[in-house]
């Protein structure tokens, strides 16, 4: 987990949501229109001979022209709602950054499409990307793939709730251990009680493709991962009519949710002490789930609307995907 998820919050929602500065179109502007200065772009020059002796891309030399490359790569078009999130898709994320050629070097609030499975800078290709959608907090500060993103290049990937699915006691004890899961079964959906945005945390990461030529649209690959951390046993804020009474119940690991007081410091590129950034790791207070169980048409990843999120009277019996 996190393996599937709902965002339909649209971008002028989201602004108002964390305070986006730089990325919602206006009303005038088409969807695919970014507003001035609102390159990836640092306010340094990229080094070009860069080494990668460190493996990593240092965030004070940011590729030029990556954005440009991100939206010609997918031309995403329209930001509509998508109740069946999947790995590999483009998603919305918020970030803060500071501007190329901006007065001040402050960071931004900036609302980005990248896309879900994290290619490590160092990536000879990206063909891990749909194996590395999650981080563990507990391992996430010490992993070489995430542990310069933890340290500069944290974002948050706004969500309405989360999908999983009810796997029973064995097959979880199996995941635990690391070895293979039976079949899982029954879809619940995963959301705030009172119907605020679950917030999961998240990193992004830079990737340069080395066998394209400099200027070519599809040379930078901007990707992000979410954060998981254990799921909570205390009992849910509103549990279903039969069934999961805790969020382990269903499953050992949930995507890690930040309230509303830990956006700021989590946001801030600035903010690079490994310590204290693993302090904002913590667990969010308990009780503020609810989960319900939904209709298996979420198992495929087809199958996309409103109609996904439609809560069941209880659990569908029997049903394998």
Known sequence: MCGRYAASRGPEDLAGIFGIEVGVPSAQESQESQQPNASWESQETHDSQETHDSQELHDSQEP?????????????????????????????????????????????????????????????????????????????????????AFATRRCILPADGYYEWDTGREERELEV????????????FVTPADGSVFAMAGLYEFWRDPTLPDGHPRSWWVTC????????????????????????????????????????AWLDPRHTDTAELRELLAPPPEGLMRAYPVGTAVSNVRNNGPELLKELSGPEEGTLF
């Open 64 to 148: 030029q022209g990556s954005q440009k490359s991100q939206e010609a790569r997918e031309d995403p078009g329209p930001l509509v709602p998508d109740y069946n999130v999947a790995p590999t898709k483009e998603v919305l994320v918020v970030l803060d950054r500071p501007l190329k050629d901006a007065a001040s070097p402050r960071p931004v609030r900036q609302l980005r499409r990248l896309r879900w499975g994290l290619v490590p800078s160092w990536s000879r290709s990206p063909e891990g990307a749909a194996r590395m959608i999650n981080a563990r907090a507990e391992t996430v500060h010490e992993k070489p793939a995430y542990r310069q």
């Open 177 to 188: 251990e690391g070895r293979r899961k039976r079949a899982r079964k029954q879809p619940y």
């Open 225 to 264: 991962s979410v954060i998981t951390t254990e799921a909570e046993t205390a009992p849910l804020a509103v549990p279903p009519q039969e069934g999961p009474r805790s969020l382990a119940d269903i499953h050992p690991r949930m995507p890690l949710m930040l309230t509303p007081d830990r956006w700021d």
